[in-house]
């Protein structure tokens, strides 16, 4: 017959197996929570440099002639 005791072990036992699997589950959702922040903040990043950049190309094109540069005279 089953002692109280062993079926307080297996209680035990249990109930520290499901813990160990929950907090092995919630440092994986972690990892790749930190992944996804990571490429939100590369992607965030990529855009804004290329809004900046668009917008120092619109700049410098309208500065000092710009195009008018780089055209050749017609009498040539």
């Not at 297996?10 to 929950?22: C, I, K, Q, R, Y």
């Not at 959702?29 to 190309?57: D, N, P, S």
Request: hydrophobic share 50%; glycine share 6%.
């Amino acid at each position: 017959m089953v002692d109280i005791f062993e079926i307080y072990m297996l209680n035990l036992v249990v109930t520290v197996a499901m813990f160990v699997v929950l907090v092995f589950r919630a440092w994986l959702e972690m990892k790749h929570f930190q992944v996804l922040w990571k490429e939100a903040e590369w992607r965030k990043t990529y855009e804004m440099v290329g809004r900046i950049l668009k917008a120092e190309k619109d700049l410098f094109k309208g500065a000092e002639g710009g195009d008018e540069h780089n055209k050749t005279p017609r009498g040539l």
